[in-house]
Every structure is written in structure tokens, then in C-alpha cells.
T-cell receptor
Framework: NAGVTQTPKFQVLKTGQSMTLQCAQDMNHEYMSWYRQDPGMGLRLIHYSVGAGITDQGEVPNGYNVSRSTTEDFPLRLLSAAPSQTSVYFC??????????????FGPGTRLTVL | AQSVTQLGSHVSVSEGALVLLRCNYSSSVPPYLFWYVQYPNQGLQLLLKYTSAATLVKGINGFEAEFKKSETSFHLTKPSAHMSDAAEYFCAVSPHSGGYQKVTFGIGTKLQVIP
């Protein structure tokens, strides 16, 4: 199993550009999520999905869009990049259905810089 | 609302010394608690988790944590630090009502191991 994979690993954008961060998992997990990691702030949830066709907002959803057409894939779209979106982005998946005890499996991250 | 506090954003220990990373939680009812580790340029991976079964939880790589309700704490320990333990450690809390969109991560503690 490859686990959770993310592409690209690094990306530089100019303000106003759009792009999609890709995330895929091969563990047949129901739940998937996107976090951003900023120094001194830990991980903050952007969007999450509890199954194909079902998505919802997390703590910091503004400026981001998601969709989940398959169990495996959960892309994150930046609609119009801003310098405040410079961050490291992590995708995670978990089996779901175990209440609050779910273990999350994280991808290696995408380091995004917006100029 | 739940929250988690990690005391000390940076901790340095000598190789072979005790590792103690502190985590205190705030929750109206005892939650589920997790420790994740992030090695340089990698995603997070689960070290251990408390799910109400036992207050002393053993994890991977010789780490363990003890849930203390009276102190609202879940500190992470390892008797003897190894150079390979240098990483960032995150404490996380999840309510019993489930839904990992409600998981809250601490800001992280960077562990430095001095040879």
C-alpha cells in the first residue's frame, strides 16, 4: 500500500493564481481531510469528507474548495491564491465509523508559497 | 469547547536522558487523546492514543503516556532518548461524540536530542 499520497511536494504561485493540490489514498478509507500547518499554530482543519459525494467545512475553509467524487481522491482547490495561504498542506485519511478514536493517516505534505 | 495545551514549544534532552513532553487538555468530559510524531519533511504518524481502555498507554518506539484525569494531563515519556527521536510531537484531543472534524491539535513540541 502506498498509503496517502500528495502531489506536488512543492509549489510556488503568484497572487491570484489558482491551483489544485492532489490527494489520494489506497486504504479504502471513508474519511479524508485537509489541514494546513503554520508555525506556532499546529494543524488546522480546512475541509473534510465522510464519504464520496459528502464534504463539509472545517475551521479555516475560506479560499479553498473541495470535492470527493471517488473514495480514493480528495483534491483541494485554491481559487485565487493569497500570500496568507503560504503554508504546508497535509491530507489525511481514516477508516471512519469508530467515533472519536479514529487514527488519521497523513500524507507527506505539500509546501506552498504564494508570492 | 475542548482544547489542548502543549507546554514548551522546544525541548532539548541529551541522548540517553528521559524524554518528557507535556500535554494538558480542557474538556467538559474526559476525551480521547492522541500523540502524533512528525519527522522532518514528513507527515504526521500516530505514536499512541488513549481510548478509555487503560490509563497507561504504550506506543511505538518505546514511548508511553499516562492519562491522569485529576490533572487533565496526557504527558508523553520515554526513558532513554535516542538521536532518531528528534522530531516534532503533537498532542490532539477528540470528543467521545466522534467526528474527527472535531479533533483539536496542539501547537507542537520540537524535540532536540543532543549527542
Amino acid at each position: 500500500n502506498a498509503g496517502v499520497t500528495q502531489t506536488p511536494k512543492f509549489q510556488v504561485l503568484k497572487t491570484g493564481q489558482s491551483m489544485t493540490l492532489q490527494c489520494a489514498q489506497d486504504m479504502n478509507h471513508e474519511y479524508m481531510s485537509w489541514y494546513r500547518q503554520d508555525p506556532g499554530m499546529g494543524l488546522r482543519l480546512i475541509h473534510y469528507s465522510v464519504g464520496a459525494g459528502i464534504t463539509d467545512q472545517g475551521e479555516v475553509p475560506n479560499g479553498y474548495n473541495v470535492s470527493r467524487s471517488t473514495t480514493e481522491d480528495f483534491p483541494l482547490r485554491l481559487l485565487s491564491a493569497a500570500p496568507s495561504q503560504t503554508s504546508v498542506y497535509f491530507c489525511a485519511s481514516s477508516p471512519g465509523g469508530t467515533g472519536g478514536t479514529d487514527t488519521q493517516y497523513f500524507g507527506p505534505g505539500t509546501r506552498l508559497t504564494v508570492l | 469547547a475542548q482544547s489542548v495545551t502543549q507546554l514548551g514549544s522546544h525541548v532539548s534532552v541529551s541522548e540517553g536522558a528521559l524524554v518528557l513532553l507535556r500535554c494538558n487538555y480542557s474538556s467538559s468530559v474526559p476525551p480521547y487523546l492522541f500523540w502524533y510524531v512528525q519527522y522532518p519533511n514528513q507527515g504526521l504518524q500516530l505514536l499512541l492514543k488513549y481510548t478509555s481502555a487503560a490509563t497507561l498507554v504504550k506506543g511505538i518506539n518505546g514511548f508511553e503516556a499516562e492519562f491522569k484525569k485529576s490533572e487533565t494531563s496526557f504527558h508523553l515519556t520515554k526513558p532513554s532518548a535516542h538521536m532518531s527521536d528528534a522530531a516534532e510531537y503533537f498532542c490532539a484531543v477528540s470528543p467521545h461524540s466522534g467526528g474527527y472534524q472535531k479533533v483539536t491539535f496542539g501547537i507542537g513540541t520540537k524535540l532536540q536530542v543532543i549527542p
